[in-house]
T-cell receptor, first 113, second 114 residues
Framework: DQQVKQNSPSLSVQEGRISILNCDYTNSMFDYFLWYKKYPAEGPTFLISISSIKDKNEDGRFTVFLNKSAKHLSLHIVPSQPGDSAVYFCASLSKADTGKLIFGQGTTLQVKP | DAGVIQSPRHEVTEMGQEVTLRCKPISGHNSLFWYRQTMMRGLELLIYFNNNVPIDDSGMPEDRFSAKMPNASFSTLKIQPSEPRDSAVYFC????????????FGPGTRLTVL
């Protein structure tokens, strides 16, 4: 049972445009939602997170939006840069539950120059 | 800080052999996590430790898998006997506290079982 789903395995955008990566979840107990970025041959690195009590968190070019009623979150990258090309993982955490991070399958983003 | 260190980076072995993966967490971090990444299942948590004690091993696929953390600076994940379906990238991650939002991942060990 996949509690965190990233339905788009890949996304390609032009440099300077907006990249929107989507993530859906099923567990209403999740308290925090995170995005990790992964380059080939490296481990994932933390990018940005959002608490379930918020609906938006912004950090530079990266903004995460949370729609709790739809159990949906998205990561917006504006403007996209070629260096953003990587695999992006959505992850969710329930501190009241086990505290384990549950990851989605990942979306491969390609930003074309 | 060197970050989370994993060894080996690549391991190729034959079915039936024992495999030991090693991890050194970031100094001062109290929680350590072992993940496996496959094409089919993505990134899945196998086991995690807090203060060297295993807290949740429900993700360990079967008895062939075992993990230890004898001290705060070292952990092993062992597969015995290994099978081709164990082929994957295994990541170790650490965090300062058990419920920290941010985990720091090592570079991973790519395991191939022939």
């Amino acid at each position: 049972d996949q509690q965190v789903k990233q339905n788009s395995p890949s996304l390609s955008v032009q440099e300077g445009r907006i990249s929107i990566l989507n993530c859906d979840y099923t567990n209403s107990m999740f308290d925090y939602f995170l995005w990790y970025k992964k380059y080939p041959a490296e481990g994932p690195t933390f990018l940005i997170s959002i608490s379930s009590i918020k609906d938006k968190n912004e950090d530079g070019r990266f903004t995460v939006f949370l729609n709790k009623s739809a159990k949906h979150l998205s990561l917006h990258i504006v403007p996209s840069q070629p260096g953003d090309s990587a695999v992006y993982f959505c992850a969710s955490l329930s501190k009241a539950d086990t505290g384990k991070l549950i990851f989605g399958q990942g979306t491969t983003l390609q930003v074309k120059p | 800080d060197a970050g989370v260190i994993q060894s080996p980076r690549h391991e190729v072995t034959e079915m039936g052999q024992e495999v030991t993966l090693r991890c050194k967490p970031i100094s001062g971090h109290n929680s350590l996590f072992w993940y496996r990444q496959t094409m089919m299942r993505g990134l899945e948590l196998l086991i995690y430790f807090n203060n060297n004690v295993p807290i949740d091993d429900s993700g360990m696929p079967e008895d062939r898998f075992s993990a230890k953390m004898p001290n705060a600076s070292f952990s092993t994940l062992k597969i015995q006997p290994s099978e081709p379906r164990d082929s994957a990238v295994y990541f170790c991650a650490s965090s300062y506290q058990e419920f920290d939002n941010e985990q720091f991942f090592g570079p991973g060990t790519r395991l191939t079982v022939l």
